[in-house]
């Protein structure tokens, strides 16, 4: 599997950016898709995932009601809306996905990962 990762840049705070993550390649094992940042000397953390068939959703506390994971089947891809953009949101924004069947996929181990964008909010 391999996905790429796109739709990062330079925004301002308050306003809004989605990324795109682009499956391909042997894709009919994925059970889910995630989307977790890194920001400047801290450690990867979860962002929010979603479930293959998109039927169910799961978000970091400090993302929940301004994020939005979505699929679109037809393309094999993951979208990640992102709504009222903090400075603390600045990171470098990687998309992952796991074949491994759970029932958390907050929680899960992700076997492949996408090259990460950069994400900057601005003051």
């Known amino acids: 599997v391999q996905l790429q990762a796109s739709g990062g840049g330079l925004v301002q705070a308050g306003d809004s950016l989605t990324l795109s993550c682009a499956a391909s390649?042997?894709?009919?094992?994925?059970?889910?898709m995630g989307w977790f940042r890194q920001a400047p000397g801290k450690e990867r953390d979860f962002v929010a995932a979603?479930?293959?068939?998109?039927?169910?959703?799961y978000y970091a506390g400090s993302v929940k009601g301004r994020f939005t994971i979505s699929r679109d089947n037809a393309k094999n891809t993951g979208n990640l809306q992102m709504n009222t953009l903090k400075v603390e949101d600045t990171a470098v924004y990687y998309c992952?996905?796991?074949?491994?069947?759970?029932?958390?996929?907050?929680?899960?181990?992700?076997?492949?990962w996408g090259q990460g964008t950069l994400v900057t909010v601005s003051s």
């Open positions: 979603i479930s293959w068939s998109g039927a169910i959703t």
């Open positions: 992952a996905a796991t074949t491994v069947r759970s029932g958390n996929y907050a929680q899960v181990e992700y076997e492949y």
């Open positions: 390649g042997r894709t009919l094992g994925i059970r889910a």
